[in-house]
């Protein structure tokens, strides 16, 4: 069994509202480019979100038939994890497929609307659905394959597929702590001696219709005038989320395979942790999860609070999770600088965690940390050193990477450099 300190990174695919691509999406974090914007993705008067702008799945997706049953959340991870290959630069003679496997975040995915129109209609009658019509009416005109379409266990099964991966195959849907818990897995998969290589991450789009129906349920920014303003983590004004889309994967693999192929390794995997607080009746998690996340992650990878060189914040945006979040940071680790990429992009669902350790895991090799946006004004209940205005030089080649959940989990992740 592999140390953990052997398991490393050495690909990084991104499909993100700021980028496609490793270059494209480190560019526009050094830049201080913000990906959220008006809406357009559907008509919806006076909405903002973080969008996939130019994205064509046809450039990735082989074959092109598989896109008839691929969502949007599907295509955007079955491309992250092709760009994560491309960027491991490993041929396919070089892997057993046996010995390489999937572990992958999604959520549970919403049906298109369009699709389920033609299912819907033959069940109305005068003006209201009716339910004992739908087996005899609806399943007819629903296609055959259209449940493949929106299983949260298909991002995995078909990148599995496309990259020969006949190893460990598994589906992480956890909502916000999706990303964080997919990668863990796949490194203890490492670890069990059950695969020498495995490309992990998540995937979620909130750019949907049916999500925007229940925007009751989110506590979303009102900055409709201003997009790229909006999410402001941390600062006295922020007065809410975006919702946005997008998907982040890792080629991971032990060291000894990493460097016997003579690959360039971004980051090493020290340590990781998953908790739970429940929320009362009615209120919100008292946000004890995020603190023992901290101590158990820092236990895990056998490091001290002093050893951690930045936090890669949850940032969500909201008064209440963003005060809960910044304290649990204060009272474990300190000054201890904070970024926080959701300024960036919004709430990717499941799929944020992958993209946000992405810009730890580039802060590291590129030896500077991106700057939250939008910081312009402390809130004195968010006792946290925010990095803002500018990068800044990563002195402590070390990060602590959270990613909490609104019913309650917490998962965190410590990396290094190589």
Known sequence: MAPLSEI?????????????????????????????????????????????????????????????????????????????????????????????GIVFGADLIPADLNELMAAYLPCIDDGRFTFDRWGSHAIGELHPLWMLKYLPNMPACHIGIAQDARGPNNSIVHGEVSSLLAVSEAVRVIQRGQADVMIAGGTGSRVHPGLWTRNGMFDLSGRVDDPAAAMRPFDADRDGMVHGEGAGAFFLETRQHAEARGATVYARILGFSATYSPPSPGKESPGTAIGASIDVALSNASLAAADVGHVNAR??????????????????????????????????????????????????????????????????????????GEPMTVSVPTALLLSQSPTGQAAAMVIASP
């Open 315 to 388: 940032g969500l945006s909201t008064r209440g999770d963003d005060q809960r979040e910044a304290q649990a940071i204060a009272d474990r680790l300190g000054d201890v600088p904070v970024t926080a990429p959701k300024s960036y992009f919004g709430n990717l669902g499941a799929g944020t965690g992958a993209v946000e350790a992405a810009a730890s895991v580039l802060a590291l090799h590129h030896g500077l940390l991106p700057p939250t946006l939008n910081f312009h004004r402390p809130d004195p209940l968010c006792p946290v050193n925010v990095v803002h």
């Open 8 to 100: 490393v990174c050495t690909g990084v695919g991104i499909v993100s509202p700021i980028g496609i691509g490793r270059e494209a999406f480190w560019q526009s974090l050094i830049d201080g480019r913000s990906g959220v914007g008006p809406l357009t993705r559907f008509d919806l008067p006076h909405s903002i979100a973080g969008e996939v702008h130019g994205f064509d799945p046809k450039k990735f997706v082989r074959p092109r038939k598989s896109l008839k049953v691929m969502s949007r959340d599907i295509q955007l991870a079955y491309a992250a994890a092709d760009l994560a290959r491309q960027d491991a630069d490993i041929a396919s003679e070089s892997i057993e497929p046996e010995r390489m």
